[in-house]
């Protein structure tokens, strides 16, 4: 008798625990319900794998892998695979839809990042010695892209701009900036964006006579500097480390990221960060390929936990100036938080980006 009773005592127990559940109906917190796989720019895979990122992630139902690739490259992968994109702007986003069947998806820009200049000291001393730069604050600076140009269109060395001095003996061969391939990279395809709107008069490249007027300087930008990253990631490691070129494009968030989480490695303290007086804003874009995804772009872009995360990483929140100048106080010796003295212009269509590429890649 009495091991009937306890065995029916276990059944009533064990079914009054799955009743408590049901009726509670509450996972426990931090427990993940739907897992999402995405294909990112390379530039925001620290901020996935931020641990508490992917608590934040899992508090709100998802769990999210990610692989990365250039964002002009990523309409040429196997999109079905994927739950979601999310290129580093709008103008591969547009693609991506079309390549992913779902043209006309409701995507997000929960964030964005201005391009930014790296300058070591000495660059920058000798940039702003004559006239292609100008220092606005103890690091930082703006890079004058229309006589940067102009000395980039005439060949000019970093022995000719220190007129034979040997101040910087370390500075040598053609002044340029180090970028990414323009054709697959975001990064690198915005700055020649950027440089085609200052040659084109300050127009955007629109048509062929456009290409052909600014394919000239284009094809000198980029045949100077060699072998070509496919992201940002590598050549500011390098720079960092104090190797790499003495200019390196760059994300302003890979700059503010570091200053923010505290990373004295190499030459952060005498590195200058120069914002170029025109910029393309670079709106990282979220395009939902599957169902499960959609919700996340949304909440990106709105929960108060991942937007404060997401400025941890260095990125500005869409309309979140204040709360970017906030949190990046302590370094506004590198940073322009208001962006202020900087000429925002459109980028070309993607057809006619990706043939200034080509041309500029010969």
């Given amino acids: 008798m009495r091991r009937i009773l306890g065995i029916a005592l276990a059944v009533l127990l064990v079914g009054g625990v799955i009743a408590a559940i049901a009726i509670g109906g509450k996972k426990p917190e931090g427990t993940a319900t739907k ?25 709100k139902g998802y769990t999210v892998k990610t692989e990365t690739s250039g964002s002009w490259a990523m309409d040429q992968l196997a999109l079905k695979e994927f739950d979601f994109a999310f290129p580093s702007s709008n103008e591969p986003a547009k693609e991506i839809e079309a390549a992913a069947g779902v043209k006309g ?22 940039l702003t010695g004559h006239g292609l730069a100008k220092m606005t604050g103890k690091n930082s600076g703006t890079l004058l892209l229309g006589p940067f140009l ?3 269109a005439e060949d000019e060395t970093w022995q000719g701009l220190q007129g034979g001095a ?15 391939d323009p054709a697959t ?16 008069n300050s127009t955007v490249v629109s048509d062929d006579a456009g290409i052909e007027r600014t394919a000239p300087l284009m094809r000198k930008l980029i045949s100077v500097q060699g072998a070509l990253e496919q992201s940002t990631d590598d050549p500011f490691r390098s720079f960092i480390s104090g190797s790499g070129e003495p200019l390196i494009l760059a994300y302003e968030s890979q700059v503010a990221s570091l200053l923010q989480q505290k990373q004295t490695a190499g030459d952060i303290a005498t590195m200058v960060v120069l914002y170029p007086d025109t910029t393309v804003n670079s709106p990282h874009t979220f395009v939902p390929i599957s169902e499960n995804a959609k919700g996340l772009g949304p909440l990106l872009a709105t929960d108060p936990k991942l937007r404060a995360l997401a400025i941890r990483h260095g990125f500005r929140p869409q ?44």
Avoid: C
């Fill in 35 to 59: 897992t999402v796989r995405g294909v990112i720019g390379s530039e925001k895979s620290e901020f996935f794998r931020d641990p508490d990122v992917v608590k934040a992630l899992a508090d």
């Fill in 185 to 200: 990279s975001n990064s690198g395809a915005l700055f020649l964006a950027t440089a085609s709107n200052v040659a084109n």
């Fill in 319 to 362: 309309e979140g100036v204040a709360e970017f100048t906030a949190a990046t106080a302590p370094h506004a010796a590198y940073l322009n938080p208001g962006l202020t003295g900087i000429r925002q212009v459109g980028a070309p269509t993607v057809q006619i980006l990706m043939a200034l590429a080509a041309r500029a890649k010969g």
């Fill in 105 to 126: 998806a409701q995507n997000t820009k929960p964030f964005f990042s201005p391009l930014v200049v790296i300058a070591r000291a000495n660059a920058a001393e000798v």
């Fill in 166 to 180: 040997t101040a910087h003996p370390e500075l040598a061969g053609t002044v340029f900036i180090k970028t990414t």
């Fill in 150 to 152: 102009k000395a980039a």
